[in-house]
Nanobody
Framework: QVQLVESGGGLVQAGGSLRLSCAAS??????MGWFRQAPGKEREFVGA????????EYADSVKGRFTIARDNAKNTVNLQMNSLKPEDTAIYYC?????????????????WGQGTQVTVSS
């Protein structure tokens, strides 16, 4: 059975850093991604990474501040978030398995974690 479990969320001041992790079990995936959903807003793409780690995609709003990395030995994907802003406050979700490499659409990922809360105070 496939399971994605996120960890690492919390409260941080603006300008600070957090590192999220997503542990996958049940199988490995070609592409894995991170999405986020702020209160009252739709879930939006944050970033995605290929199995090798050689290909990544980022939303413009996080490019240069967030970095995705994979540890295939542990079947995990991490999201390093630096220079955090209050507008980064959201529930962050790990996603896996998409037919379209590097997809940015919530509709094109089959598996989802339960999410982890990230709150950035000003």
């Amino acid at each position: 059975q496939v399971q994605l479990v996120e960890s690492g969320g919390g409260l941080v001041q603006a300008g600070g850093s957090l590192r999220l992790s997503c542990a996958a079990s049940g199988r490995t995936f070609l592409w894995m991604g991170w999405f986020r959903q702020a209160p009252g807003k739709e879930r939006e793409f944050v970033g995605a990474i290929s199995r090798s780690g050689g290909s990544t995609e980022y939303a413009d709003s996080v490019k240069g501040r967030f970095t995705i990395a994979r540890d295939n030995a542990k079947n995990t994907v991490n999201l390093q978030m630096n220079s955090l802003k209050p507008e980064d406050t959201a529930i962050y979700y790990c996603a896996a398995e998409t037919t379209y490499p590097g997809s940015r659409s919530v509709y094109e990922y089959r598996y989802w974690g339960q999410g982890t809360q990230v709150t950035v105070s000003s």
